[in-house]
């Protein structure tokens, strides 16, 4: 199985930014497709962004400008830099990824989530 772990969440004011860690156990971390999802309470799990194996990146559009994932697949990591918060986004967020390397999915396996509040 593969393990994930999230970090760097936390509390932050409107406008400001933060730095999501997700860091990945196994040899073929490279293969994967990688992604951040979200949730707030009382609504449903979304794909915020995904980077698949070859590179190629997607975006949701309330993010689209704000927000850059990255991969360092020397070190078996992905992040999530968030510029410009707002107090919408304000959710837990969860590392995943797909062993077909697509950034589509199927998500296989799921990171344990770490919490973002953005205060106004």
């Known amino acids: 199985q593969v393990q994930l772990v999230e970090s760097g969440g936390g509390l932050v004011q409107a406008g400001g930014s933060l730095r999501l860690s997700c860091a990945a156990s196994?040899?073929?971390?490279?293969?994967?497709?990688m992604g951040w999802f979200r949730q707030a309470p009382g609504k449903e799990r979304e794909l915020v962004a995904a980077v698949a194996s070859g590179g190629s990146t997607r975006y949701t559009n309330s993010v689209t400008g704000r927000f850059t994932i990255s991969r360092d697949n020397a070190r078996n990591m992905v992040y999530l830099q968030m510029n410009n918060l707002k107090p919408e986004d304000t959710a837990v967020y969860y590392c995943?990824?797909?062993?077909?390397?697509?950034?589509?999915?199927?998500?296989?396996?799921w990171g344990q989530g770490t919490q973002v509040t953005v205060s106004s």
């Open positions: 196994g040899r073929i971390f490279s293969t994967y497709g």
């Open positions: 995943a990824a797909a062993r077909n390397g697509w950034y589509g999915g199927p998500w296989d396996y």
